[in-house]
């Protein structure tokens, strides 16, 4: 090392020392963005080589078009010798199935459950050789004997599936079985938000099953393309053949892709933007550290340059400290970033399988890293151009990093407002009132606190209040069933008509229970634009009784009601006409209203009128008599009759959004922690700082007789206020701004939902201000308590 | 006479530096009431301390310190401050003032403190001071719009404004010139010649010819005292010479 290295380096260590505490908070702060930021980048860079991955081995459709009823196999034929472009092609036969038309048993045990409560289509097919094939673990794609059936992992993780249970599918002539012998990853419909998941079985049972009835047979027509880029061409060319079999969704590579990186992403995009917050919080907190550190120094960086080192090189030595707390910082946010990643992706693992941690990971954590570690210092920069600025006399003079100009400006500054103030007059006190005074005085300092408490209160309220929002009793409107005490689900019985009437006897005969309704489900094919949709419609009297319509009304006679994502899918608004078949005969119904609903995947309907026969189940919505406890009432019929579920509506709200309600509920808390955590590092350091800049005022207060206890008690009174104005508004704003930030979520999540009401809860708004403006006190309090009986004639000094 | 403010065997020693610094060894003093006493001594020999110490801004760390009968070193932190408040005004050498308050506000901080329910009469009262003074044409400025001279001036009013029983004066006029040091020792006189009990630390022997008695500080002890009598301005010449001659012999 040259000497003036040395020099440098024992300048930068000696001053990282002097100030130790701040300089923590710092390398704190910077680490925490760094964490946050490499954490996304790295999830993100995850996903993206596992999808990669698994398409790799599972090689996806180029294109796809799916299609219920009958295919012109003639018309495909001629259609892909026309187009030299696809590599190769074959129609997928399926057979999809409700979630509760399937039912799991574990021989060994004896447990047993059905796969009622999930949301999504239950699609049965065999292995595809050429490509979109199925995989297992080993990346393999197995092809499963008769009696034999793969399920889709998603089941392995929500419902805990293993291999040797057994999977049940109710259809028409009876039940089928068989046992699950593994399971396996789908390219096409691995994403989160796909709404159908495919099940492998053999060719034979694959026929067999179609022929059993109950389900609803589709085709899915698959093209792999000699180059993916052809995919949206072909996809034009085959929109305009009227030939081809076409009335379902048409899907491109690209956007099996998009959904994928969406869906799963989500997490990842809200911690880089969490991240961002971070870092604007950090440089502003470096500005301020930067800044003071100057102010403090400026006597020796006059004497510096008045000996003629080059500003640039006085800078320099700022730079380097600064830059190392860096460089520290994030080293240690990556390491922490290294640590939380497989926490955070194990759901992608399941879904997309484990991509070897490849160097690419590594390097986007790296460039992660660099990108934090790049802003920091430029804020450092920008913040030492201070140093060029430092005139050598005021400097030595006047302790004083501002230039003559400057000065001038400042004190004519002070001078308005000290003659426009005025302690006479005052109330509530000259404390008080000299503490106001000082924190307009010094606004563009203090600023700080309230900017920092606002983001925190913010990034607090939000998930706490969408947590609220989804367990409010109100959500129930959003799940299309109508406030009721207890609700009893029968299904897929074999003797379902004589369980209804015994259930109905019961119920009627019980003068705990004040109504009941029973509505029958039905599946309804409906003539939509683009071909018939089997339609999950629940009919009975008032069916549609208490659910909010979003537009128009409930329904009435010859009327139907329609859930946004039916209303969508078969683009009827209300006051249109839909023509309903039902065997052989047809009917028309009037779509009345539209109501939102997140069950059964969005997809329901409701009908005024009797139950038809041949309905798939009943639902029993039961109203009670007053101070009759719906837990005990639910669990005495639900012990009665064994093939019933009959829940109080509160636990099947929460059953049926558990896993939604826990994801929040794990965020809201990492909020909170993670939001007064940051805030109180924040005040500590800007505390320390302005106790500091404050020394000469407090010793000055000391002097004319304000008690040490009131001189501190003033400071931790701004930093409460501030800190609360902060909090007050950060809370007040997550409350109004929550509901708009909702209402693109769920829109964009496509649930089902187009409009939630916030429902915030008042207690954690409050809670979190209160715990905020407390975290506040504390940190002020702390930092303040070893000053009491400091003498405090060293304040005074230099 | 009656005596103002009294110390006994006062001692200081900081442990913050290896070896602790005993910076006071034992001080006695005692100043009676009216009377005007200059503080001198080398540097370092503790002046200040001695100040800070007599002012209940710093414990000492041995001793007794008596205001009007009152022993400050066994009041509680918030009485102490009280008692600095209201009995014991306090002059620096830089003036201390609060930068976001006019000269008139800083001046009225104290006193307002001191009896927030007699706002009019604490006006008056400033009001009247800053007139004395000189320096009510520059009420409303702020404290860098105004001559180091008026500034000091304007200390010496904030001091005064809650009619302390003692005026402490730590080099007021150490970083002023001679002209404006002459404006800021005829405001001292000027106090002293009203009634008020005047310590004062300086080290410009024509400053300290203006008191009553001269107490000579070395290492933190009292090496000597003299009393010079009453002021005159008239013989101010000898009374520099005969003070200047005294110190001489002390080694100053
Ligand atoms: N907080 C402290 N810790 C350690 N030593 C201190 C402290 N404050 C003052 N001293 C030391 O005490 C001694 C006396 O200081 P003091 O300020 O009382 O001297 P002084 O007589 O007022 O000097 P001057 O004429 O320069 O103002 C000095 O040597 C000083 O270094
Ligand atoms: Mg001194």
């Known amino acids: ?798 | 006479m009656t005596v103002t403010l009294e110390c006994r065997d006062l001692t200081k020693t900081y442990t913050s530096t290896d070896p602790p610094t005993d910076v006071l060894r034992g001080v006695d003093l005692s100043v009676r009431s009216g009377e005007f006493v200059a503080v001198m001594g080398a540097s370092g020999s503790g002046k200040s301390t001695l100040l800070h110490g007599l002012s209940g801004m710093d414990r000492p760390t041995g001793g007794t310190v008596h205001l009007e009968g009152r022993d400050l070193t066994a009041l509680t932190d918030a009485q102490m401050s009280r008692a600095r408040l209201t009995r014991i005004g306090f002059v620096f050498q830089q003036a201390h003032f609060l930068p976001n308050l006019s000269i008139r506000d800083n001046v009225l901080l104290p006193a307002l403190k001191a009896a927030p329910r007699e706002q009019r009469a604490v006006l008056e009262r400033v009001d009247a001071l800053l007139e004395r003074f000189g320096i009510a044409h520059v009420r409303d400025h702020a404290s860098t719009q105004v001559s180091g001279g008026q500034l000091q001036r304007a200390s010496i009013c904030r001091a005064l404004a809650t009619e302390p029983a003692v005026l402490l004066a730590d080099e007021p006029t150490g970083a002023l010139n001679s002209s404006m040091s002459r404006e800021v020792m005829d405001a001292f006189t000027d106090v002293h010649a009203a009634g008020t009990t005047i310590v004062m630390v300086t080290h410009d022997p024509a400053c300290a010819a203006r008191a009553d008695r001269v107490v000579y500080l070395r290492d933190g002890r009292e090496t000597g005292t003299r009393a010079l009598g009453p002021w005159h301005a008239e013989d101010a010449a000898r009374r520099e010479d005969e003070l200047l001659g005294w110190l001489r012999t002390l080694g100053f």
């Open chain 1, 1 to 798: 090392m040259s000497p003036a290295r040395a020099l440098r380096w024992r300048q930068v260590r000696g001053d990282l020392r002097h100030d130790a505490a701040v300089n923590v908070a710092l390398v704190v702060v910077v680490a925490l963005s760094a964490c946050l930021m490499g954490t996304g980048a790295m999830v993100m860079e995850r996903l993206l080589s596992s999808v990669d991955r698994l398409f790799e081995v599972a090689q996806p459709p180029h294109f796809l078009q799916m299609h219920k009823g009958e295919v012109d196999l003639a018309a495909l034929t001629r259609f892909a010798d026309r187009h030299p472009e696809i590599e190769s092609w074959f129609v997928e036969e399926m057979v999809g199935f409700d979630g509760a038309a399937l039912a799991w048993e574990r021989p060994a045990t004896g447990a047993s459950g059905d796969l009622g409560e999930s949301l999504i289509d239950n699609l049965f097919v065999a292995q595809n050789e050429t490509f979109d094939r199925l995989v297992d673990a080993a990346d393999a794609a197995p092809v499963p004997e008769d009696g034999e059936v793969y399920v889709p992992v998603a089941y392995q993780e929500s419902i805990g599936l293993q291999v040797g249970d057994l999977l049940t599918v109710a259809t028409s002539s009876g039940p089928r079985t068989w046992e699950v012998r593994g399971f396996v990853r789908d390219a096409q419909m691995a994403s989160s938000l796909s709404s159908a998941t495919r099940f492998v079985v053999s060719e034979s049972d694959l026929a067999a099953l179609t022929a059993a009835g109950g389900g609803q047979p589709e085709v899915i027509v698959e093209y792999l393309l000699t180059d993916p880029g052809l995919a949206s061409d072909l996809e034009r060319a085959y929109a305009a053949d009227p030939a081809l079999p076409k009335n379902g969704q048409a899907v491109t590579y690209t956007m099996i892709r998009t959904l994928h990186a969406i869906s799963d992403g989500l997490a990842a995009v809200a911690l880089v933007l969490v991240a961002a917050l971070l870092i604007a919080i950090a440089l502003l907190v470096i500005r301020f550290v930067v800044r003071g550190r100057l102010e403090d120094d400026v006597r020796q960086i006059g004497a510096m340059r008045a000996i003629g080192i080059p500003a640039r090189d006085i800078g320099r030595v700022y730079l380097t400290r600064y830059s190392l707390l860096a460089a520290v910082g994030c080293a240690v946010g990556g390491a922490l970033a290294v640590l939380a990643v497989p926490l955070l992706t194990r759901g992608v693992q399941t879904h997309y399988g484990a991509a070897a941690a490849g160097g690419r990971g590594t390097l986007v954590l790296l460039v992660a890293l660099a990108a934090v570690a790049l802003v920091v210092v430029l804020g450092c920069r920008r913040a030492l151009r201070l140093v060029r600025r430092v005139e050598v006399v005021d400097a030595l003079v006047h302790g004083s990093t501002l230039d003559r100009r400057q000065s001038r400006r400042r004190a004519r500054r002070q001078a308005r407002r000290a003659r426009r103030t005025s302690l006479a007059g005052a109330r509530g006190g000259v404390t008080r009132r000299l503490a106001l005074i000082d924190l307009r005085a010094d606004a563009r300092q203090w600023s700080l606190v309230p900017v920092v408490f606002f983001l925190c209160a913010f990034l607090m309220g939000l998930p706490a209040h969408l947590l609220s929002t989804l367990e409010s009793p109100r959500f129930l409107t959003y799940m299309g069933a109508p406030q009721v005490d207890v609700r009893a689900d029968l299904q897929l019985a074999d003797d379902l008509e004589a369980l209804r009437t015994d259930l109905t006897a019961a119920l009627t005969a019980d003068d705990r229970v004040a109504d009941v309704q029973v509505h029958a489900l039905v599946l309804a094919d409906v003539e939509a634009p683009d071909g018939r949709r089997t339609v999950r419609v629940e009919v009975g009297e008032g069916a549609a009784q208490g659910i909010e319509m979003i537009d128009g009304a409930a329904p009435g006679p010859g009327e139907i009601a329609l859930s946004l994502l039916n209303a969508e899918e078969l683009q009827a608004a209300v006051g249109d006409t839909l023509t309903i078949h039902e065997g052989d005969q047809s009917r028309s119904v009037v779509v009345s209203g539209v109501y939102q609903d997140v069950t059964s995947g969005g997809k329901t309907a409701k009908m005024h009128g009797d139950p038809p026969p041949g309905a798939t189940g009943y639902t029993f919505f039961v109203d009670l008599a007053e101070g009759v406890d719906p837990v005990a009432l639910a669990a005495s019929y639900d012990e009665r009759f064994e093939d019933v579920t009959v829940l109080p509506m509160t636990a099947y709200v929460e059953q049926t959004m558990t896993h939604v309600t826990s994801a929040f509920r794990a965020t809201a808390v990492l909020a909170t922690a993670f939001g007064l955590g940051v805030a109180t590092l924040i005040t500590v350091t800007f505390l320390q700082l302005r106790l500091a800049r404050e020394r000469r005022a407090m010793g000055t207060l000391s002097a004319v007789g304000f008690s040490t206890a009131e001189i501190l008690g003033q400071l931790r009174g701004k930093t409460a206020a501030t800190a609360a104005v902060g909090a007050g508004l950060g809370a007040v704003g997550a409350v109004t701004l929550g509901g708009p930030v909702l209402d693109v979520l769920v829109a964009s999540a496509g649930v089902g939902l187009a409009h939630l009401e916030l429902a915030p809860d008042p207690w954690v708004a409050t809670g979190g201000a209160v715990a905020l403006v407390a975290a506040a006190w504390l940190a002020a309090v702390g930092l303040t308590v070893r000053l009491r009986g400091a003498s405090t004639s060293t304040w005074l000094r230099d």
